[in-house]
Each structure stands twice: as structure tokens, then as C-alpha cells.
């Protein structure tokens, strides 16, 4: 199977607020809008806001957003300036990278990532 692309489909009890969050919180940028949703540029894929499947109920996503950015302390100090709420402060993990936890407003978690230059996955494997 190829896999060319990928996104992660949100369903949102609250679409504005949780829209509010990736495009001007993290300031991920509107990769197209549609009647009922809007599709975000995160990276090498996207995530997907709809506004259909909302009841008013935090959806149960049982699964977290998983982010690399490039320096982690920046993005740390990004996210304090736009007053985002961190549940993990930066630190290194005992797999080598270095993780910071916030959530978004339905709690689905998102893990931001730095990738060390000294870890595997920065290495060229061929």
C-alpha cells in the first residue's frame, strides 16, 4: 500500500473553538475550507476540523496528534505567548526525543516533538 499523504479527521464538540486553537493558537495555516469543515496545513500532512459530527459532546478520541517541530523551546515559548495551557513541559524521553504535551479544547492530546540531531530518526539509513 502507498500511503502519499495523511490527516487527522477531528469531530469536535465545539468546531469554532477547536478551529480557534490550530489556525490561531499553533497558527497552522488553512490548507482549504469546505461547507462544514476546514483543512490545515500541519507539516507533512494536514488535520481536519468538521463542523458535522459535533453534538455539543467532547468527542472520545483515543488517540493523541503527534507534531515535530524543530526547536521545542521555541515552540514552548510560542504557545505561553498565545496562552495555551501545557500539561507536560519539554523533557527528554527515554526513546531520545524530547516531548511536550498540551491538548486542544475537546482534551485530545497532542504531543510536540524535537528531533536531536543525534537521534535515529535524523539519521540517513541507506
Request: aromatic share 8%; hydrophobic share 45%.
Amino acid at each position: 500500500m502507498d500511503i502519499l499523504s495523511s490527516r487527522i479527521i477531528l469531530r469536535p464538540g465545539d468546531y469554532e473553538a477547536t478551529l480557534a486553537f490550530y489556525r490561531d493558537a499553533l497558527g497552522l495555516a488553512i490548507a482549504r475550507e469546505y461547507p462544514g469543515g476546514t483543512v490545515l496545513f500541519a507539516g507533512q500532512s494536514s488535520i481536519e476540523v468538521a463542523a458535522h459530527g459535533g453534538s455539543g459532546e467532547p468527542s472520545h478520541f483515543g488517540g493523541a496528534i503527534w507534531l515535530q517541530v524543530r526547536d521545542i523551546a521555541d515552540a514552548a515559548a510560542e504557545l505561553a505567548r498565545a496562552g495555551v495551557r501545557v500539561d507536560r513541559e519539554p523533557k527528554r524521553e527515554p526513546w531520545g526525543l524530547l516531548e511536550m504535551w498540551i491538548a486542544d479544547p475537546d482534551g485530545v492530546p497532542i504531543v510536540l516533538v524535537e528531533v536531536p540531531a543525534e537521534h535515529p530518526l535524523r539519521r540517513d539509513s541507506r
